[in-house]
């Protein structure tokens, strides 16, 4: 089947402005995480959403981030007045609650960078 | 807190060589799961394997094989008769449990590359 999937790949913005990424999940996968891996560097958790529970912000750097998530399907993670530091790849990745449920598989992530 | 350390920054080895890739971590978890994942020059992450904490068998799959010693908190990574193809960042990470969901904790990653 179909594996998560994120848009756009790659996004170049200028300091200041909003920016909107999005994220896919594979069908019937609850739960969804946000990652960010800055260059050279290993991931870092941003955000997790479970079914209809209140989500897990507890890895967002500023207030300037912020993610939704509709119901058990897409998600959209928001970058507002972008700095040069938020320029990383954003991954998100979705796990079942069944079956091998540890496991959780990634997208192949936005490239992100701020001029 | 969890921790997860891959010491070797960077690895080089020549095609058909066997290459190991050590992770160690640190967590107060009495169960947790450990996950390997690859890291192409794509940059999608591929999963390779889980293992929980209650079982320390090794375990290989063709040319991949992993070694699991709660001991010495470690879970290292060997891949034989390396490959071109095998190039590629790897990660070693550690679920928590909790509030988080099995968030993942990501060591810093192992760049491995095999030269023809």
């Known amino acids: 089947g179909a594996g998560v999937s994120q848009s756009p790949s790659n996004k170049v913005t200028e300091k200041g402005k909003d920016v909107e990424l999005r994220c896919d999940p594979i069908s019937g996968h609850t739960a969804l995480y946000w990652y960010r891996q800055r260059l050279g560097q290993g991931l870092e958790f941003l955000i997790y959403?479970?079914?209809?529970?209140?989500?897990?912000k507890s890895g967002l750097p500023s207030d300037r981030f912020s993610a939704e998530r509709t119901g058990e399907s897409v998600s959209t993670l928001t970058i507002q007045r972008t700095q040069q530091e938020d320029s990383a790849v954003y991954l998100c990745?979705?796990?079942?609650?069944?079956?091998?449920?540890?496991?959780?598989?990634f997208g192949p992530g936005t490239r992100l960078l701020v001029l | 807190a969890q921790k997860v350390t891959q010491a070797q920054t960077e690895i080089s080895v020549v095609e058909k060589e066997d290459v190991t890739l050590d992770c160690v971590y640190e967590t107060r978890d009495t169960t947790y799961y450990l996950f390997w994942y690859k890291q192409p020059p794509s940059g999608e992450l591929v999963f390779l394997i889980r293992r929980n904490s209650f079982d320390e068998q090794n375990e290989i799959s063709g040319r991949y094989s992993w070694n699991f010693q709660k001991s010495t908190s470690s879970f290292n990574f060997t891949i034989t008769a390396s490959q071109v193809v095998d190039s590629a960042v790897y990660f070693c990470a550690l679920s928590e449990s909790g509030r988080s969901g099995s968030r993942l904790t990501f060591g810093e990653g192992t760049q491995l590359t095999v030269n023809p």
């Open positions: 990745a979705s796990r079942s609650t069944s079956g091998s449920r540890e496991t959780q598989y």
């Open positions: 959403f479970q079914g209809n529970s209140a989500p897990d």
